[in-house]
């Protein structure tokens, strides 16, 4: 045998190519040359005399004329179905449907000397890409799949979905088993589908007005930088996507502080838009470091909702893991480490208005304040991720300089967590020599109450009381004796109350 002939291969049409018949759309265009090769194929067997052979010339031929107008398989079979002319026999359309196509698909594979087991390899193969979109999702790991021809959305490729393949395949004559159909689904033949790369891809061309801007102003705070390190943020976050940054990770975290109910995950939330919602995760547990390992892969965008209630002893992890550009874990069940890009940029939220800890790590760490955030109205996502791709395109810096790093630390000490009273005492109120002199003198128990409600993780109890008046005593506030407890010469340096999220 030549070269040629030793040469196997399997030539399947591209069904997704069908062109729209002008003035209708593709699903309309599919269903007119459908019924005009129906037409045609009971005109040219119109002289048949059993009405039994006459249905099934007429399927034959028409399968053939389906199969080369480029017309899905299942799309044949279902339109078949209809048609009173074959009584709903639904069994043989399909198996003259599958013998039409499997023929034409294998039809360039020398058969003469092919061994039985290559042969139910080619088509395995065969059925699975007739009736079949398959792709393997990039993030999570996971093959997808959708039927070929119908009006579906790509689902998980589980064990339900594998089993009903392999009985379909059984039924239209393909000798194929569990086993036979999983080691071609777990295969490299398997096109693999990147969510967030497809999604820039597909995005119209952005039309120069600034978005970016006008989401940030969403979050009302005085912080006059937020607009911008929020943009750079943004960058930062589709750079990730992308694998652009072979370097570094998205290492910034904004951190969105304000009471209960201000709208802060809700804005999280909404930054991806709703066909990538399942790319969001505020739900994340950081107690398994190979959860998040699979996390920094899976997910787009990672939410540390009640941030404050993340353990000192998680932080480190959280520092080493901004910085990684990629991620290398080995998922469960198997047997070696792979090496997976990382996707997912990190956004925090707290009621606490102190949530850090680690003073060398905040620059890590975008603090704003916000009493309030828009979450009213549309956002165009396509947008924004248009203007975003735009100016990476041009070259726009999506990364901290060391200014700005500085900046953003100066800023964050007002949000560092205070863990002993002489520090709170100096941040709350004047100090005794600033003190005005006709201000009033409070009692231990109000003095207690406003730092408490500064300061959520402070508890009221006699001994922090105790602990509270000699602090003030020794900072040489004036005390007072009366009946109902010592009171102090104080004075509040932003006297406007703040609300306990206790």
Not at 73 to 94: C, H, S, W, Y
Request: hydrophobic share 35%.
């Amino acid at each position: 045998m030549s070269t040629e002939e030793n040469t196997i291969s399997l030539e399947i049409s591209d069904y997704n190519s069908l062109q729209e018949v002008p003035g209708f759309s593709l699903l309309t265009s599919k269903v007119r040359r459908f019924h005009d090769c129906l037409d045609e194929m009971l005109e040219k067997h119109r002289a048949e005399e059993d009405d039994r052979l006459f249905a099934v010339a007429v399927l034959e031929d028409l399968a053939n004329g389906c199969r080369e107008m480029g017309l899905e398989q299942d799309f044949g079979v279902r339109m078949a179905t209809f048609q009173p002319v074959f009584n709903g026999d639904v069994e043989l359309i399909k198996t003259v449907f599958k013998t039409a196509y499997l023929k034409e698909q294998l039809k360039t594979v020398p058969l003469k000397y092919m061994q039985k087991s290559a042969l139910l390899a080619f088509k395995t193969e065969a059925y699975l890409r007739e009736h079949y979109v398959l792709r393997l999702n990039v993030m999570t790991g996971v093959p997808e799949y959708k039927h070929r021809g119908l009006h579906y959305s790509f689902a998980p490729l589980d064990r339900a979905a594998r089993n009903t393949m392999s009985i379909n395949a059984l039924k239209a004559g393909v000798d194929s088993w569990d086993k036979d159909l999983n080691r071609y689904l777990d295969s490299s033949l398997i096109p693999q589908y990147n969510p967030m790369h497809d999604y820039l891809q597909h995005l119209s061309k952005w039309d120069g007005k600034d978005r970016i801007g006008t989401l940030a102003r969403r979050v009302k705070t005085d912080n006059p930088d937020w607009e911008h390190y929020f943009h750079v943020w943004m960058l930062s976050m589709v750079s990730q996507w992308n694998g652009t940054n072979k370097q570094h990770g998205n290492a910034i975290v904004p951190l969105l502080i304000g009471p209960q109910g201000s709208g802060k995950t809700t804005f999280c939330r909404r930054l991806l838009p709703e066909n990538l919602q399942v790319y969001y995760n505020d739900r994340l547990s950081m107690k398994n470091d190979n959860d998040i390992f699979m996390a920094m892969s899976a997910y787009a965008l990672i939410n540390i909702d009640e941030f404050d209630a993340l353990a000192r002893s998680q932080q480190p992890i959280l520092k080493y893991l901004l910085s990684k550009h990629d991620v290398k874990m080995r998922p469960p069940y198997g047997k070696t480490i792979e090496h997976r890009q990382r996707f997912a940029s990190f956004i925090a939220t707290t009621n606490n208005r102190h949530p850090l800890v680690d003073t060398t790590g905040s620059r890590r760490f975008v603090c704003v304040y916000a009493d309030t955030i828009d979450n009213k109205g549309k956002i165009n996502h396509d947008q924004i991720y248009a203007q975003l791709k735009q100016e990476l395109s041009d070259g726009q810096r999506h990364w901290f300089t060391d200014k700005e790093n500085q900046r953003i630390m100066h800023h964050n000490e007002q949000f560092q967590k205070v863990t002993d009273f002489p520090q709170m005492i100096a941040r709350t109120f004047a100090s005794p020599e600033d003190t005005p002199a006709e201000a009033p003198y409070m009692l231990l128990s109000e003095v207690m109450t406003i730092i408490a409600q500064k300061y959520t993780d402070v508890r009221i109890t006699n001994g922090a009381l105790i602990t509270l008046g000699k602090a003030l005593r020794a900072a040489g506030y004036e005390q007072k004796h009366a009946k109902n407890g010592s009171s102090y010469k104080i004075y509040q340096k932003n006297p406007s109350p703040v609300t306990s999220t206790v």
